[in-house]
């Protein structure tokens, strides 16, 4: 009789005990009565290419790949897609059964669902963007609202060379707006994301004018702890939609989890309750 080895997978990153991954990962096994297990791993940079390339050897079809290795481990991956190149980042790797190491970024596509989840009526091509950050989140924010077909993105960041960096990047549809001006950049935004940490718990608060919404605007935020950050409070009372940052987690992770266990599974109320455990 002949034994199948059960599929393992996992998040790298350093820390990593945080990690709501694990935790959503297990959920969608036990829903679909599969056999699998994911794991938490902490992983110092200097072990990081050791580590992976073992992996596969050790039963593991894929990995999450989060702070602060997702630039170093395109350089470990034998293919790296073009949406990952882009953003110049990789979230997701998967084992492949000829030995190479395939890296992808979901963090785009998790953006995007989530917005379309949680705003259904919303509709890219309303108006400008405003994104406050620039860094990897942005990054890809910014890869998938020009993908979509946002006409314009408005970007502030606290060091300005970052944003100009980006748009040196992604080109004339972003246009930089200095920091100390990124609450005048909300009053013709129809979408606004904020990607930087500011407003997260043990992070100091955001402090942009958030005067300039407009009603009926979309409004994100990727921290998700806490989940009703200052900005989607204000945004609320203003009369914005808003849409928690929670969602992009578990987006991002399906096309992950299709591929490592061969089932689609789905973003819903119980998805959200077993991160949140």
Request: hydrophobic letters at 45%.
């Amino acid at each position: 009789m002949t034994q199948t080895r059960i599929p393992l997978a996992g998040v790298i990153g350093t820390p990593i005990a945080h990690s709501k991954s694990p935790q959503l990962h297990r959920h969608w096994l036990k829903t679909h009565g599969l056999p699998g297990f994911y794991i938490p791993m902490e992983v110092a940079p200097e072990n990081l290419a050791q580590v992976i390339q073992t992996l596969p050897k050790a039963g593991f079809v894929g990995a999450n790949i989060t702070v602060p290795h997702k630039e170093k481990v395109m350089e470990i991956a034998d293919l790296v897609t073009d949406r990952a190149t882009l953003i110049g980042a990789a979230n997701t790797l998967i084992f492949r059964k000829d030995g190479k190491i395939h890296a992808d970024n979901t963090d785009g596509y998790g953006f995007i669902e989530n917005l379309r989840q949680g705003a259904p009526d919303w509709r890219p091509q309303a108006g400008p963007a405003a994104v406050l950050g620039a860094g990897g989140a942005a990054r890809a924010v910014i890869a998938s609202l020009l993908d979509v077909g946002v006409p314009e993105i408005l970007i502030a960041n606290r060091t300005r060379i970052r944003a100009e960096a980006l748009q040196a990047d992604f080109g004339k549809r972003l246009q930089v707006v200095d920091w100390v001006q990124a609450g005048n950049m909300l009053e013709d935004a129809a979408t606004v994301v904020n990607t930087t940490s500011l407003g997260m718990i043990g992070k100091p608060e955001m402090r942009v004018p958030l005067d300039g919404l407009q009603k009926g605007a979309v409004v994100t935020d990727l921290v998700y702890a806490p989940l009703q950050t200052r900005l989607l409070k204000t945004a609320e009372e203003m009369g914005c939609i808003t849409v928690d940052g929670l969602g992009m987690l578990l987006h991002q992770a399906v096309p992950a989890f299709e591929r490592w266990f061969g089932v689609r599974p789905e973003v819903d109320a119980a998805a959200r309750a077993a991160a949140l455990r």
